[in-house]
Structure formats: C-alpha cells, structure tokens
C-alpha cells in the first residue's frame, strides 16, 4: 500500500484522508456470527456475501474473535470444519475506532496486512459498530474527490439560471456584482454570468465576447491589486457600460499601467496565469470608449463602453 | 480538425467531454499566459496550455474556446473539470510536452493537406 508514499500526486487524497474518520467510510451493515457457529457456517455465509473475514461477537456485541478465510482452510485442511469456532478463532483482534481518522486505519492497514478491520464504538470499548476495507477507503476517497467537481458543477448552473431573474432586473437598473480581494477562484464569476445573459438577449456574439474579457479582465484586477470593489454593468438602446470600481489603494500612475507588460503582480498570480501586464491594454482593445480614474485615496473607478 | 482526431494525435486521455469531441476547431492557441488568450481575438479554438487552474476552463469558456488539452501529464485542478462539465468544455490531457504536442499537431494538419 503505497497511499501514504506517494504524496506529491495525492494531495488531495491526504488531506482527506486526514480529515474523514473511520466512521464516514466503514460498512455498517456486518455479517458476524457468534463462537458458537461452526466454521461450516461461516464458510457458507462467506461464499454467499462474497466476504473473506467475519467478526466474532458476544451476546452484548462486543468483539470477542475473528474468522478469516486462511481459518476456514486451516479447519478444512485439518478436518475440524464441523467444530465451533471458538477454541480456533483469531482472539487477538486489532480493531479501530470509529472517530479516529482516515489515515491511523491506513497505516494499521500497513502495518498488519489485514484485509479488513472490525470498527469499535470508541477506544475504550470493544462494541462492534462496522467493518473497514481498504476498499472502503478507496470508495469514500474517490466519492469525496468527485464531489469536489460536482460542487462547482451545480454552482456554475445555478448561475446560468440565475439570469433569468437577472434579465427582469437589469432592465431596471445597473446588475451590481461584489468581487473580493484575493478571490481568485471565483474571479470570471461575473464575466460568465454577464456572458450568458447577454446571450438571452440574442446580442452578437462577438460583441458578447469582448464584454466577457471586460468584466474578466476587470475582476481579474480588482481581486490581484485592490481591497476589494464591484462590477456593475448597464444597458440602454446601443450600449453596454461595464464600471468596475474598487476601494483602494488607487493606481500611481494610470500611463504606465496602460502599457502593456507593466505588472506590479505577485509571482502566485503568475502561476494562475495572469499578471503579465496585459489586463488593461485588453480592456482597452475591447471596449469602443474607455475611461479611467484613479486616486490613492478613494480608489480606482474603470468605465468602458461597448458599443451594440 | 475535430476534437476527436486531437484525442488520437497526442494519444489524450478525455477527462470530460467523451460525447462532444465531434466538434471542428477553427483555430489552435498554445500559452500559459490566459491574459494573451484573452487578447486573441479568435473563435472556436482548441487551447494547449501547461497551467491546471480552474482559470484555465474559465478563460476558454469566456474567450469562445471549445477544448482545453493539459500537457505534460498535468492533471487540472477538481474546480476546473466542475467548471468544465457546467460548460460543456471536454478536457484532455497529453503526455506531450507542449512543444511536441504543437509539432504532432501541425504534422498532422500538412498530412491532412497532401491527401
């Protein structure tokens, strides 16, 4: 088992596994049988369920035992399948708690090769609540990942159906969106949602596309160099007004952030791809009329236009 | 060129997006700077880049790409591929460095020439 070695290409997977416990991954429904059964019957019910190991319990369903399939062969082998198992079963059980993490069953797993561990209601108690498998790990591991993806699946439709509202809205007054500082995950957000609004609207494609780089480009700027500010785009007969406005701290020197290649980003946003100085001069090949105000008081006020 | 016929040159593996890779690219753009895919200019267009970000698919999506192939083997981040799913952007990943993918690429198109 290798889960815990290889943890530049698991990440994601350790950090699960650090933070799901046994209880989130066992299997709650347990075939166990009693010392009194014989090996006979617990061969039956392993063929039947497909399993290769059954806890032992008393009658209180505390763990007094394990079976596993290495036993049954022993008791075929030496032709005592008929006996009960109590004098032959494994008496000296490793099991785990349920409230402890992922990555403790993992090296239990490791370190005594079972195929499976009986899960215990706490440290302290030898009352049998589960079963855990490495494939149960693997399962709950795999359910988790997927829904990392799923999340952000479902929150991105939910935005494309938000415009519905949105287009009785804007025909109003300005839409207003809120970009953060240091958001950078859901910068676009607004870009994306302006995107697919504008295309309710049937306007023309490419016209959608250079508002889209606007308002991305904009954001973009607004979560890398500002506190914080918003988005607020406008329509009326034949234009589109995109105002991005932030609180501060305001541009030295608005000439030379128009050049492109000028940047004063980090190397983190580098590595997201952006921050190569390109965000203005982008804005300014997108938009038909472009106004720029800055002060290092109040703040940075963008203002450009596009023409329908 | 479709997305498919992509999928066999640089031997990709399709993360998301099996169903809609008959789709004709009208153009190919290589970068690891999303600001320069931005300022293309293009339509429909297949993008070949070495970054993971959940960015990357936003980029394609509000530039009018249709298919983000990762190269080098980099697996995107869980974020993109959601993005990418709500988008109906296929994703792909070559073992190909970019520079190799661009050359099979381009091969590929003189080859489709000559016949």
Do not use: W
């Not at chain 1, 359910?143 to 479902?154: D, K």
């Not at chain 1, 308002?215 to 009326?236: F, K, P, Q, T, W």
């Amino acid at each position: 088992m290798t889960i815990l070695h290889s943890r530049e290409k698991l990440t994601l997977a350790n950090e699960l596994i650090y933070e799901l416990k046994v209880k989130d991954a066992m299997t709650r429904e347990v075939i166990s049988f009693s010392a009194d059964s014989t090996f006979r019957e617990i061969q039956l019910s392993m063929k039947k369920n497909k399993i290769s190991g059954v806890p032992i319990l008393d009658e209180k369903r505390n763990i007094i035992g394990i079976v596993s399939i290495d036993n049954v062969i022993t008791a075929l082998d030496e032709n005592y399948v008929n006996d009960k198992v109590r004098d032959y079963m494994t008496k000296e059980v490793i099991t785990i708690p349920q409230n402890f993490s992922l990555v403790s069953a993992i090296k239990k797993f490791e370190k005594y090769k079972f195929g499976r561990l009986p899960v215990t209601e706490n440290a302290h108690s030898r009352k049998l609540v589960g079963i855990l498998t490495m494939g149960d790990i693997l399962n709950r591991l795999l359910l988790s990942i997927q829904s990392i993806a799923e999340q952000v699946e479902q929150k991105e439709d939910s935005n494309a159906q938000l415009s519905d509202e949105l287009i009785k809205k804007a025909q109003q007054k300005p839409l207003r969106f809120e970009v953060k500082k240091a958001d950078f995950d859901n910068a676009g957000r607004v870009a994306s949602i302006i995107r697919t609004y504008l295309q309710k609207l049937n306007i023309n494609k490419q016209i959608i596309r250079r508002v889209a780089i606007v308002c991305y480009e904009a954001e973009m700027n607004i979560s890398i160099h500002s506190l914080g500010g918003y988005i607020s785009v406008e329509l009326d007969q034949n234009n589109i007004i995109i105002t991005a406005v932030d609180y501060g701290p305001g541009i030295p020197d608005i000439e030379e952030a128009m050049k492109p290649g000028f940047t004063t980003a980090s190397e983190q946003i580098r590595a997201l791809g952006f921050g190569a100085g390109m965000g203005l001069p982008n804005i300014k090949k997108c938009a038909d009329h472009l106004e720029l105000e800055s002060s290092m008081e109040t703040g940075t006020i963008l203002k450009a236009i596009i023409h329908i | 060129m479709l997305i498919k016929e992509i999928v066999d040159i640089l031997e990709a593996e399709v993360l998301t997006g099996e169903d809609i890779l008959d789709q004709e690219i009208e153009e190919f753009e290589a970068s690891d700077l999303l600001s320069d895919v931005l300022a293309l200019g293009k339509e429909n267009f297949l993008l070949l880049t070495g970054l993971t970000t959940q960015q990357v698919v936003r980029t394609a999506e509000i530039a009018g790409g249709i298919g983000v192939v990762f190269v080098r083997g980099k697996t995107p981040e869980q974020e993109a591929i959601g993005l990418a799913r709500s988008h109906h952007i296929p994703l792909l990943i070559t073992s190909k460095s970019m520079f190799d993918a661009c050359r099979a690429i381009v091969e590929a198109m003189i080859n489709k020439e000559k016949k």
